[in-house]
């Protein structure tokens, strides 16, 4: 059974920094790629970023570029979501992805 179990949302200030962890079980994770969504209301789900398997590879949404950093520990089947320079628009329910297995997500409210 594929579980992702994301932690590490909350409350930050603008310009803030929060870490965000997601970790897994159920399969091999080492063989799987990783991602990031957010979630939010008016603008519904919307992909963040993606790891290879290795973590040699990394990609992002342009809005996120430079800010966040997608990483793995894949001896611990954990990825993270490092976030800094957090702005208002960031806010969202934040959810890990492997294929179709999503965790429940992790808020993240950014205020000024």
């Known amino acids: 059974q594929v579980r992702l179990v994301e932690s590490g949302g909350g409350l930050a200030q603008l310009g803030e920094s929060l870490r965000l962890s997601c970790a897994t079980s159920?399969?091999?994770?080492?063989?799987?790629?990783m991602s990031w969504y957010r979630q939010t209301p008016g603008k519904g789900r919307e992909w963040v970023a993606t790891?290879?398997?290795?973590?040699?590879?990394?990609m992002y949404r342009d809005s996120v570029k430079g800010r966040f950093t997608i990483s793995r520990d894949n001896a611990k089947s954990t990825v993270y979501l490092q976030m800094n320079s957090l702005r208002i628009e960031d806010t969202a329910v934040y959810s890990c992805?492997?294929?179709?297995?999503w965790g429940q997500g992790t808020h993240v409210t950014v205020s000024s």
């Open positions: 992805n492997r294929g179709t297995s």
């Open positions: 159920g399969f091999t994770f080492g063989t799987s790629a």
């Open positions: 790891i290879t398997n290795t973590g040699t590879s990394t």
